[in-house]
């Protein structure tokens, strides 16, 4: 799995990973809101409808953002790539637990080889044990200065 060196999406069995458009807005939103709804320590912080807005008007057109697909969007990773930050990383529900997440960051990580950064919230473990498991290190550790008001972990990872 990876990129043929064009930027070009290539597909491993039923899984392609590709470049996120516009278009993904509603499948991306509707991945963040469901784990938004399905998690009760994080606040809902914006209507759905102003997440699908910000994704198709922000994050689709200002950051690289990898979508993996398998007879739909299953998942998606955008990058800052030039202050080298994974700002999300989602995977749907029904397809957890399966590697998607890996083959996200190990994608991420092809396109930024020297580093990157991220943050997370304390109280997502399941997103630590993660990020520590592909090689992420714990850098700093807020009371809460983010939208959501609740403490956070940055992480580094470094080639």
């Given at each position: 799995m990876g990129r043929d060196g064009r930027g070009a999406a290539v597909t491993a069995g039923a899984l392609t990973i590709r470049d996120g458009t516009q278009a993904d807005a509603p499948a991306c939103a509707a991945i963040l809101n469901a784990w938004i709804d399905a998690t009760p320590w994080m606040p809902?912080?914006?209507?759905?409808?102003?997440?699908?807005?910000?994704?198709?008007?922000?994050?689709?057109?200002?950051?690289k953002?990898?979508?993996?697909?398998?007879?739909?969007?299953v998942g998606f990773a955008a990058l800052d790539m030039e202050e080298r930050y994974v700002t999300a990383l989602y995977v749907a529900e029904d397809v957890r637990g399966r590697g998607l997440g890996?083959?996200?960051?190990?994608?991420?990580?092809?396109?930024?080889?020297?580093e990157l950064n991220l943050w997370t919230h304390v109280a997502n473990a399941d997103a630590q044990r993660f990020y520590l498991r592909e090689g992420f290190a714990e850098v700093e550790r807020t009371d809460g200065d983010n939208e959501e008001n609740i403490p956070d972990i940055r992480y580094r990872w470094a080639a």
């Open positions: 809902r912080v914006h209507t759905p409808e102003a997440v699908e807005q910000h994704y198709r008007d922000f994050v689709l057109k200002k950051r953002t990898l979508i993996a697909e398998a007879e739909r969007v890996e083959v996200l960051m190990n994608e991420a990580k092809a396109l930024s080889p020297s």
